[in-house]
């Protein structure tokens, strides 16, 4: 080529070969250069010549074949009375296209873009990109981004030479899943982009931290840079420190409350319903009326999140219980008689049970009017520039889980919803090992449907108001797939299992499923980034992060062979389990 600037500059010994056939998204190659074939490995990237001599297709290597078939040798013996027949190979790669790039576009030189504009031709050149070419053409990738849109995530495995690059807009905007087995690296990953995003002046991301384990990013004296809250556990109830939340029932729309209360085979489920729902509408316009906002009185509904005391609603159900009705004789059996009973037994259950005490044993502040507005200032804003809050459920009963998470996802989303456009910051929401609390539909419970609800209602709708998701699990084929088709953005890690693999593959164009194939032979610490933030699908080395989450896998073998178990610390875990907090006796 004669143009010194091109990124792609190919000499004969890079030629592989020639176009044999094309589809729609695979070309196959004939190939001519056998010394090539021998370096060229799944994933490579191949050039072959466009329309324009400026013009070339991008293709990924999928798949590398030689077969061997008997012809006629080249040189046929002049006396021979037989024809000798020689094994000759024949050599065939098959690739997937992905992308087209151009020396000149106009104005702009050495572009890259998705998607094909033309097809190959047959017998068009095909060249290998390696060596200076591939480094040329990793810089590229990336680094039409804007300094304030680019998010670096590691190198390229392909060239560690050149940074992977992707679109920080792009990435948060349209969903994304980080997912991997035990052990791949994902809470490092999430370390990582955690870091990367705290760079930047208001970031605005909330870590939903199963297992406690991102506690360090928030410890000041590792070099911390987040804000770390905990919902209440039965050892916070009596004296709540400030990085403690409370979700107090009332939060609750009707359905999260009934999907906890209500049993739907109980033949007087829809009388139980019915009362309940009358009675917290009469009370939340009590409490309207006592605090004077008659705007609000005129158009609240049964959901709206106003405060009112659950002593009142108990007070009530049991008058219903318990009143006759007046018939012309005398007393008679009253409408709603008896008809409660057990819809009463299962509140009264859940307003002792003490792990149920972040929703129904609220400090009296929270039962407060005002109370809302400070609470989601604290989670949504910034924290004096601490605007990635990490919240530790680690303390949260499993049974439970469903109802915190969608309850706290629910209410944020609603608070974005109705914000003025103009006024809002986008927000994601990080879920930590979703597979916990986000099942496929057809495995959920009632509880859990209700919180399946609330993330698939952000994950179909939440782009258009700034509310994102950022999905992070080690079992994809247990995350509800209406949540996991909605992300546009995946960093698969390590994945093992068939299943999982089978998950990300059905995710991917089939021009791209061949690339999954590699998910079970990533290193610790290797990802395939695809989607909509990078331009290229490409296998990643990911940076380290800087502050480190507490999830460092222990060594099995050598702790045996050094550390004898501490009794007194057994001790105190058991004493810790009874009283469920682990603050006992700090």
């Not at 094909?116 to 047959?122: G, H, L, N, V």
């Not at 609750?252 to 739907?264: A, G, V, W, Y």
């Not at 659950?310 to 219903?320: G, P, Q, Y």
């Not at 060594?555 to 057994?570: R, Y």
């Amino acid at each position: 080529m004669t143009n010194t600037h091109a990124a792609l500059q190919f000499v004969e010994t890079d030629l592989l070969g020639r176009v044999a056939s094309v589809d729609t998204s695979r070309v196959s190659v004939d190939v001519s250069n056998s010394v090539l074939l021998t370096r060229i490995g799944i994933g490579n990237l191949i050039a072959i010549k466009g329309s324009t001599e400026r013009e070339f297709l991008i293709a990924i290597t999928e798949r590398v074949t030689r077969s061997l078939s008997d012809d006629l040798p080249d040189d046929l013996p002049l006396d021979a009375s037989e024809l000798p027949l020689v094994a000759v190979p024949t050599d065939t790669v098959r690739g997937a296209l992905i992308g087209t790039f151009r020396t000149v576009d106009g104005a702009k030189t050495n572009t890259f873009k998705r998607g094909a504009d033309s097809f190959p031709q047959i017998d068009r050149e095909c060249y290998v990109i390696e060596g200076l070419n591939l480094q040329r053409f990793m810089g590229i990738l990336g680094a039409d981004y804007p300094e304030n849109e680019r998010l670096k995530l590691g190198v390229f495995v392909a060239d560690r030479t050149a940074d992977a690059i992707a679109s920080g807009d792009k990435f948060f905007q349209r969903h994304a899943a980080i997912l991997g087995s035990t052990g791949s690296g994902k809470s490092y990953a999430v370390a990582l982009i955690l870091e990367r995003a705290a760079q930047l002046k208001y970031p605005n991301i909330l870590v939903f931290d199963m297992h406690g384990e991102y506690a360090p990013l928030a410890d000041k004296a590792k070099g911390g840079y987040a804000t770390r809250l905990r919902i209440a556990g039965p050892g916070d109830l009596a004296a709540p420190k400030d990085d403690v939340l409370f979700l107090p029932y009332w939060l609750l729309n009707r359905d999260e409350m009934l999907s906890m209360i209500l049993d739907r085979s109980d033949q007087n489920a829809p009388n139980q319903a019915s009362r309940f729902t009358s009675h917290v509408r009469a009370l939340k316009q009590k409490t309207l009326e006592v605090e004077k906002k008659n705007d609000v009185a005129d158009t609240f509904t049964v959901d709206s999140p106003i405060p009112y005391e659950i002593s009142d609603l108990l007070e009530l159900l049991n008058t219903d219980n318990t009143t006759k009705g007046i018939g012309k004789t005398g007393p008679v059996k009253g409408e709603w008689e008896d008809k409660l009973t057990r819809f009463i037994s299962r509140m009264e259950a859940k307003l002792e049970d003490r792990r149920y005490g972040f929703m129904f044993a609220p400090p009296a502040a929270a039962k407060s009017y005002s109370w809302l507005a400070g609470q989601i200032a604290k989670l949504l804003g910034t924290n004096d520039g601490k605007g990635i809050k990490i919240i530790d459920f680690s303390e949260v009963p499993s049974d439970v889980l469903p109802v915190v998470t969608g309850t706290l996802a629910r209410l944020l989303y609603d608070v974005q919803f109705w914000m003025a456009a103009e006024k809002r910051t986008p927000v994601t929401l990080l879920c930590d090992e979703a597979h916990l609390y986000l099942p496929v539909r057809d495995d959920a419970d009632a509880v859990q449907r209700q919180a399946l609800g609330a993330f698939e209602r952000i994950a179909k709708e939440g782009r258009k108001y700034g509310f994102s998701l950022l999905v992070v699990s080690q079992r994809p084929s247990d995350v509800s797939r209406t949540i996991l088709s909605q992300c546009n953005n995946f960093l698969a890690l390590r994945l093992t299992n068939d299943t999982d693999q089978g998950v990300i593959k059905r995710l991917m164009p089939d021009s791209l499923a061949g690339l999954t194939s590699v998910l079970p032979l990533l290193d610790t610490g290797e990802a395939l980034l695809l989607g909509d933030a990078v331009l290229l699908p490409s296998r990643i080395k990911l940076d380290l992060p800087s502050v480190v989450p507490d999830s460092a896998t222990r060594d099995f073998w050598k702790d045996w062979g050094s550390q004898a178990p501490d009794v007194a610390a057994l001790e105190r875990a058991v004493e810790s389990l009874r009283s469920q907090t682990r603050n006992l006796g700090v």
